[in-house]
């Protein structure tokens, strides 16, 4: 098995000091792992005997057999004939800027898979779905707005949730009423904003719990955060794409829903019932009302609505004929 399928296993029980070497590892492999044990622990911010404890755990004799093993995957790798064939292979996909973009997006999903484990998802569904306080979004100019994504999915499942939005003087404000029973949700992606830093940090200052989506550059947020998801950002575009991201934070969502409490689903049912009642979506009306009801609102007012203008165009009519 190679290291980075050994690295993604499901069933491994990693503490979080544990999880940033993994996440580091994961994040430039295989090179990442080539130095020595004492610059994996600085670069992760962990102690060296952390590091030896995860080889261990991972199922080799010490750090030297873990680097041996790691050094002839990379061998094999270098004299690969596959891996020579596709780096060979001819594309026409220069014919078409948007085939490009595609097929590069779709590359970077696949390399999203690997940056990070598995238990950072679950350990960030436990944090978001167990905390007795509130939970907060926060995102820079572009990825709040899949801060916001998120934060409609989680109202589905649970109360207190907060979407801050673009950050403002009155946003800094909330940082008054977060603690220890409080967790915050951060997407930020290179170039790093200054003011969603400054509001994580404080945040954290006030034993906020942070969970950070960011990039494989790692946002300094980073330092402060108990789990982090990585998302690659580099595709066939002078700008970055936050496809991955989205689809990063929307399996969180799926992971939530496979594992959802009872109250939770309860929720949801009650919240259907809200929408339903106000026929908020086209599937609420029934088929005899859906050409005639374009507004949301309780369907019985909306009818004397509807009624009080049929007779005062009947009263009109009647004036004029007068």
Do not use: C
């Not at 220069?94 to 950072?120: M, R």
């Not at 009306?285 to 007012?301: D, F, I, Q, V």
Request: hydrophobic share 45%; no cysteine.
């Amino acid at each position: 098995m190679a290291i980075r399928d050994v690295l993604m296993r499901g069933d491994l029980a990693l503490t979080p000091s544990e999880e940033k070497i993994v996440r580091l590892l994961l994040t430039d492999y295989p090179t990442s792992g080539l130095g020595t044990a004492s610059s994996l622990a600085r670069r992760a911010g962990v102690s060296d005997p952390t590091v030896v404890r995860l080889v261990v755990k991972l199922g080799y004799d010490g750090f030297p057999d873990f680097q041996a093993k790691l050094l002839a995957e990379v061998e094999a790798r270098l004299h690969s004939p596959l891996l020579m064939m596709e780096a060979k292979r001819p594309t026409d996909a220069e014919d078409s800027a948007i085939l490009a973009y595609l097929g590069s997006v779709g590359a970077a999903l696949e390399k999203s898979i690997s940056l990070t484990p598995l238990q950072s998802y679950e350990r960030a569904a436990r944090l978001l779905m167990e905390t007795k306080g509130e939970v907060v979004m926060l995102g820079g100019r572009f990825s709040r707005h899949i801060a916001s994504m998120f934060a409609g999915y989680m109202l589905q499942f649970r109360p207190e949730v907060r979407d801050l939005g673009t950050l403002s003087a009155q946003a800094f404000d909330t940082l008054a009423d977060l603690g220890r029973r409080d967790v915050l949700v951060v997407f930020d992606y290179r170039r790093y904003q200054f003011d969603v830093i400054d509001y994580t940090r404080q945040a954290a200052a006030r034993d906020v719990r942070i969970v950070l989506f960011t990039d494989q550059w790692l946002s300094p947020i980073a330092d402060l955060a108990e789990v982090t998801i990585v998302s690659p950002l580099e595709v066939a575009s002078p700008y970055d794409t936050l496809a991955p991201a989205i689809a990063q934070m929307e399996a969180l969502v799926a992971h939530i829903v496979s594992t959802l409490s009872d109250g939770a689903r309860e929720r949801i049912e009650r919240l259907e019932e809200v929408r339903h009642a106000n026929a908020v979506t086209l599937d609420s009306a029934g088929p005899e009302e859906t050409g005639a009801r374009r507004m949301p609102g309780p369907k019985s007012a909306q009818s004397k609505s509807v009624q009080s203008k049929s007779v005062q165009s009947k009263s009109a009519k009647q004036d004029q004929k007068a």
